[in-house]
């Protein structure tokens, strides 16, 4: 683990998307099982960004489904007395600077099962065709261990020294986090220029109903 170090989390339009779903869910029904996933989804943020969690495991190549080698599940329980039913996806990257804490950027929050395939939704947010293996991850082959934690640690190492590994041009600065006594709550700030109408849940605009 890097429990200790501490990351800034970036997210994009389409992880805030996936959040607002889980949040509408929640507010219907607060003592609701909608309501138990949002805690779980918000802790295992905390928990990425405050490197207490570096995720369960690294993802790779699946052909015809696409390639996520420089990507990493983390497993969350709504019920923690029953199996994972959803996953937390992210990227390792970088600090933008020198002296600046490294990056997660987190890509999607879907269920484990059903319709939704991760690499197939995931590569079309990352635009990349779900046939086409990417040159440019080959290098995280090399960090590749029968070892989950070992080869979580050797996939982090060669992110963070690619200069190639961005986020997405649409990913803003993420903040998670509450007062003594209140539930964590998630906001993402601004990186350039002005965004109309009232923020969501997640610090992006409501859209026009």
Known sequence: MSRGVGYRLVAG???????????????????????ALRRQVLR???ALASGKSDGHHALSYA??????RDCVTAYIRSD???????RLVFREIASERPGELARRELLAVQPRRGRTNVYVQVCARLARHPQDRQP??????????PNKQTELDAKRAI???????????????????????????????????????????????????
């Open 63 to 68: 052909p015809g489904q696409g390639d996520l």
């Open 136 to 145: 440019g991850l080959n290098r995280f082959d090399e960090g590749n261990d």
């Open 44 to 46: 295992t943020i905390l």
């Open 80 to 86: 923690p007395q029953r199996p994972a039913d959803y």
């Open 159 to 209: 992110a963070h020294a690619w200069s190639g590994q961005q986020p997405l041009r649409a990913a803003r600065p993420l903040v998670v986090g509450a007062p003594p006594g209140s539930a964590p709550a998630m906001t993402t700030t601004r990186m350039h220029g002005s965004v109309r109408g009232r923020p969501g849940p997640t610090g992006w605009p409501e859209r026009n109903r």
């Open 13 to 35: 339009p389409q992880f805030d998307l996936d959040y607002r779903r889980i949040d509408a869910a929640a507010r219907k029904n607060p003592s609701g099982p909608a309501a």
